[in-house]
């Protein structure tokens, strides 16, 4: 289950989904199966490369805590599932 209580099995897994640009380059983001997360960059403008690079960071940290616990039960439970069957 997804930190709002959606059902994940089936979802594609969670990307880093920008969503703002100032010039070109991305200031704002959120995570593609959890739309309420926002990753920012503000108030720091740098390049679009240093600005991406913050954004694959704070969406990592989110991933490795939320997301990865999740992949790992959803495979604990096939497991399970294909050895009782």
Same mark, same amino acid.
């Not at 994940?8 to 070109?24: D, F, P, Y």
């Not at 983001?29 to 704070?58: E, H, I, R, W, Y």
């Not at 989110?62 to 096939?78: D, K, L, Y």
């Given at each position: 289950?997804?930190?709002?209580?959606?059902?994940?099995?089936?979802?594609? #897994?969670?990307?880093?989904? +920008?969503?703002?640009?100032?010039?070109? +380059? *991305? +200031?704002?983001?959120?995570?593609?199966?959890? *739309?309420?997360?926002? &990753?920012?960059?503000? *108030?720091?403008?740098?390049? #679009?490369?240093?600005?991406?690079?913050?954004?694959?960071?704070?969406?990592?940290?989110? &991933?490795?805590?939320?997301?990865?616990?999740?992949?790992?039960?959803?495979?604990?439970?096939?497991?399970?599932?294909?050895?009782?069957?």
């Amino acid at each position: 289950m997804a930190q709002d209580g959606t059902r994940l099995s089936g979802a594609k #897994k969670a990307e880093l989904r +920008i969503t703002e640009n100032v010039g070109g +380059i *991305p +200031i704002k983001a959120t995570c593609s199966s959890c *739309p309420s997360v926002v &990753f920012s960059t503000s *108030p720091f403008l740098g390049s #679009k490369a240093d600005n991406q690079a913050a954004l694959d960071l704070l969406f990592a940290a989110h &991933f490795s805590q939320v997301h990865r616990h999740e992949e790992n039960s959803q495979a604990a439970a096939r497991i399970v599932r294909e050895a009782t069957e």
